[in-house]
């Protein structure tokens, strides 16, 4: 089960989310980034976050950590927003919180640079979870302490909108030409060769479990939440397989170029890494 926590304090909007994510003080004294069970996307995108998030820690790639957070719509009352008032108002009781990673960068392909390895692992594991968020567009990565950090999977598994098409969805390809890592020339033989092996059914329940009840409860078709457990592990170990000749790479035709000085970054270490004294390209996006 994830760790509990509840609301005391709702800071601001991160009005760069589409889903209008809020910044929250918790009764632990700690800072998360808030998604709610009220937003127009529905709770599917949270357990998306929550499956995803616990498979992307668990296989090694970095993601700040998960708490279920109880709230108080009561905590809404002062926010002079309407759309924030209606937000919270909507979304008592449990919530998604991720841990606020205070003064991370939004990452940028053309200002940053990654491993192949590294590449070869997020490109890896966004195939496993049909992940179309993560282009050179909207990278959907932080850097934090010079380390590369995954965020924002609520819009993968798209399967489970459609319960009876998952396996068929399951198989299909994975065009990676428009992620963000894809100009790293992700080493993508290198990660099924390493993360393949570890996505058991078993680890797949266990990420599973840490889905409250209650954002699974009633989906059509399902007895209980068990079983609606059972399906995202089942349907994701069969993705699992042979996942690696169903990528495709390539890179976007329409990935503006990069500054002058990334031949000279090519060459340095490829660990990720902001540049000190750099100015910051255009669509650069820096986190609140
Ligand atoms: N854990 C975190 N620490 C620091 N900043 C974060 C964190 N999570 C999200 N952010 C910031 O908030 C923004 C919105 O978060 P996120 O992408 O998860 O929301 P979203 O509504 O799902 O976004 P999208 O518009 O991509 O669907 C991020 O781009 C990032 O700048
Ligand atoms: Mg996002």
Same mark, same amino acid.
């Given at each position: 089960m994830l760790?509990?926590?509840?609301?005391?304090r709702?800071v601001?909007p991160?009005?760069?989310?589409g889903?209008?994510?809020?910044?929250v003080?918790a009764?632990?004294?700690?800072?998360y980034?808030?998604?709610?069970?009220?937003?127009?996307?529905g709770?599917?995108?949270?357990?998306?976050?929550v499956?995803?998030?616990?498979?992307?820690?668990r296989?090694?790639?970095?993601?700040?950590?998960?708490?279920q957070?109880?709230?108080?719509?009561v905590?809404g009352?002062?926010?002079?927003d309407p759309?924030v008032?209606g937000?919270l108002k909507?979304?008592?009781g449990?919530?998604?919180g991720m841990e606020?990673?205070?003064?991370?960068?939004?990452?940028?392909p053309?200002a940053h640079?990654v491993?192949?390895e590294?590449?070869g692992?997020?490109?890896?594991?966004?195939?496993?979870i049909n992940?179309?968020?993560?282009?050179?567009?909207?990278p959907?990565?932080?850097?934090?302490?010079?380390?590369?950090?995954?965020i924002d999977h609520?819009?993968?598994?798209?399967?489970?909108?459609?319960?009876?098409?998952?396996?068929t969805s399951a198989a299909k390809p994975?065009?990676a030409?428009?992620h963000?890592?894809?100009?790293?020339?992700?080493d993508v033989a290198?990660?099924a060769?390493a993360?393949a #092996?570890q996505?058991?059914e078993?680890?797949?329940?266990?990420c599973a479990?840490?889905?409250?009840?209650v954002?699974l409860?009633?989906?059509?078709?399902?007895a209980?939440?068990?079983e609606?457990r059972r399906?995202y592990?089942?349907?994701?170990l069969?993705?699992?397989?042979?996942?690696e000749?169903?990528?495709?790479?390539?890179t976007p035709a329409?990935?503006?170029k990069?500054p002058?000085d990334?031949?000279?970054?090519q060459?340095?270490?490829?660990?990720s890494?902001?540049?000190?004294?750099?100015?910051? #390209?255009?669509?650069w996006?820096e986190?609140?």
């Amino acid at each position: 089960m994830l760790t509990e926590v509840s609301a005391t304090r709702y800071v601001t909007p991160l009005r760069e989310g589409g889903s209008l994510p809020g910044l929250v003080e918790a009764d632990d004294l700690g800072l998360y980034v808030m998604k709610f069970t009220g937003a127009g996307q529905g709770r599917k995108t949270l357990v998306a976050e929550v499956i995803c998030g616990r498979l992307a820690d668990r296989l090694g790639l970095r993601i700040p950590g998960l708490a279920q957070i109880r709230l108080d719509p009561v905590i809404g009352l002062g926010e002079p927003d309407p759309e924030v008032q209606g937000l919270l108002k909507s979304s008592g009781g449990l919530n998604l919180g991720m841990e606020f990673l205070s003064g991370a960068i939004g990452f940028d392909p053309l200002a940053h640079e990654v491993s192949a390895e590294e590449a070869g692992r997020v490109v890896w594991f966004d195939a496993l979870i049909n992940n179309v968020d993560r282009s050179w567009r909207n990278p959907n990565m932080l850097l934090w302490q010079g380390d590369l950090w995954v965020i924002d999977h609520g819009a993968s598994m798209i399967w489970h909108h459609n319960w009876r098409g998952a396996a068929t969805s399951a198989a299909k390809p994975y065009d990676a030409s428009d992620h963000a890592l894809a100009v790293f020339g992700p080493d993508v033989a290198g990660a099924a060769s390493a993360l393949a #092996p570890q996505v058991s059914e078993e680890l797949l329940l266990e990420c599973a479990a840490d889905v409250p009840d209650v954002w699974l409860a009633d989906e059509p078709g399902f007895a209980d939440p068990d079983e609606v457990r059972r399906a995202y592990a089942t349907t994701l170990l069969t993705r699992a397989q042979g996942l690696e000749q169903r990528i495709t790479l390539g890179t976007p035709a329409d990935l503006p170029k990069a500054p002058a000085d990334r031949s000279a970054a090519q060459a340095e270490p490829s660990k990720s890494s902001g540049r000190a004294g750099q100015s910051a #390209p255009a669509g650069w996006r820096e986190s609140r």
